[in-house]
């Protein structure tokens, strides 16, 4: 990766985060050194990026600060539509929604060229048979994900018995035609995956968590990384 993309990434990188990251998390998100991180914050810094902290406590981006329009080439415009595509056929009517608004602002501030290049994708993931129907709110789920809000599930597992968990929810997770959720499992004191479509009840219970280093999703993958390690 050349170094000016691997500047602006790490600018998107840091972008919207409520917390501090640390240049540790930044060095492995873009596999590179610890000093070169140093290296570029303050490259970054110099430039007039407002990027705020420092070396050994972590480091976030003014909320008010917008990366300038950027371009495409065709395979990222080509990424971009049958991304959106998927999302439209494979989530809920707020996604699909959020999926055209998206490509539609891409749309307005391309290039004459990369207009260009957009309007000859053709690339489509229509609706498909396939897809598994749940009854639980895709958007509920989402939210509850990104406030770290504790649901409490009743779930069927696959011989229709059903349990009550109280659940951490830390991702959704497509393994095509299943959505599942992988949250901390209260009950079972682990990670858990809960398709959602076995799902029959899922309710906020207004109980805001905070990750620990047991129960963190960075943990699990750290976990499941050691294990594909192992399988190799």
């Given at each position: ?13 840091l ?23 140093y ?9 007039g ?6 070396a ?40 699909a ?44 789920l ?5 406030q ?8 069927a ?59 963190s ?16």
């Amino acid at each position: 990766m050349r170094r000016a993309d691997r500047l602006f990434q790490i600018v998107s990188y840091l972008q919207g985060r409520r917390i501090a990251i640390t240049a540790q998390d930044i060095a492995e998100e873009f596999d590179i050194s610890v000093r070169t991180v140093y290296r570029d914050i303050q490259d970054l810094i110099t430039t007039g990026v407002p990027i705020s902290g420092e070396a050994g406590v972590g480091y976030i981006l003014d909320k008010s600060y917008y990366l300038p329009p950027m371009s495409f080439d065709v395979n990222e415009l080509e990424t971009l539509m049958l991304g959106a595509a998927m999302v439209s056929s494979w989530t809920d009517a707020h996604m699909a929604a959020s999926a055209k608004s998206l490509i539609l602002k891409i749309k307005n501030v391309l290039t004459t060229q990369d207009r260009e290049a957009f309007s000859g994708v053709a690339l489509f993931a229509p609706p498909s048979r396939a897809k598994l129907p749940w009854n639980i709110d895709f958007s509920f789920l989402r939210q509850a994900v990104r406030q770290k809000e504790k649901l409490a599930l009743d779930y069927a597992d696959e011989e229709g018995r059903t349990t009550q968990r109280i659940v951490r929810p830390l991702s959704l997770v497509f393994i095509g035609p299943v959505w599942m959720m992988l949250g901390w499992c209260e009950m079972r004191q682990d990670f858990r995956h809960f398709r959602l479509d076995r799902m029959l009840v899922a309710s906020p219970t207004g109980d805001i968590f905070t990750d620990t280093p047991e129960t963190s999703l960075k943990t699990y993958l750290a976990r499941l990384n050691y294990r594909d390690g192992l399988k190799d």
